[in-house]
C-alpha cells in the first residue's frame, strides 16, 4: 500500500523549506531523472560511504523524515520497495528550473 498523506499542493513556503535540505534535493533530482525508484537503491545513490552503519542511518532518515515529509506534501508516494514521483514533484522542477533560469538572467543582467 502506497503511503501519502496530504495529497494537496504543498505551499511556496513548505516547497522552499522542503528544498533546503540536501537530502530532499537529491531524493527530488533522482525521482525527476527517473519516476520511481527502489528505496534501497535510493539509499545507495545518497550516501557514498561504503559503511554499513552510515547506509543504515540513510535509510532510517529515509523511512522517517525525508520521505513522509515529501509524500505530505504531495510530491511522491512510496510504499516498502519503491518511491515514485508524482505530477506535483515534476511541477515543482519544473517552477525551481523557470526560477533557475530568472536567477542566471538577472546575473547576466548586471
Same mark, same amino acid.
Given at each position: ?5 496530504n495529497p =494537496?499542493?504543498?505551499?511556496? %513556503?513548505?516547497?522552499? @523549506?522542503?528544498? *533546503?535540505?540536501? /537530502?530532499? $534535493?537529491a531524493i527530488?533530482?533522482?525521482?525527476? =531523472? *527517473? =519516476?520511481?525508484?527502489? +528505496?534501497?537503491?535510493? !539509499? %545507495? +545513490?545518497?550516501?557514498? @560511504? ?5 547506509r543504515r &542511518?540513510? &535509510?532510517? !532518515? ?9 509524500? #505530505? ?5 512510496? #510504499?516498502? $520497495?519503491?518511491?515514485? !514521483?508524482? *505530477? ?5 522542477? @519544473?517552477? /525551481?528550473?523557470?526560477? @533557475?533560469?530568472?536567477? #542566471? *538572467?538577472?546575473?547576466?543582467? =548586471?
Amino acid at each position: 500500500m502506497a503511503v501519502t498523506t496530504n495529497p =494537496e499542493h504543498a505551499n511556496r %513556503e513548505t516547497t522552499f @523549506d522542503l528544498l *533546503s535540505n540536501p /537530502v530532499r $534535493e537529491a531524493i527530488i533530482s533522482a525521482l525527476h =531523472e *527517473s =519516476e520511481t525508484v527502489e +528505496r534501497e537503491r535510493l !539509499a %545507495e +545513490r545518497l550516501t557514498t @560511504d561504503t559503511d554499513e552503519g552510515a547506509r543504515r &542511518r540513510t &535509510r532510517i !532518515a529515509l523511512h522517517h523524515n525525508h520521505l513522509p515529509r515529501l509524500a #505530505d506534501a504531495g510530491l511522491l508516494v512510496y #510504499d516498502g $520497495e519503491t518511491v515514485t !514521483a508524482t *505530477s506535483r514533484l515534476e511541477t515543482v522542477v @519544473d517552477r /525551481v528550473a523557470a526560477l @533557475d533560469e530568472t536567477d #542566471d *538572467s538577472l546575473t547576466r543582467a =548586471e
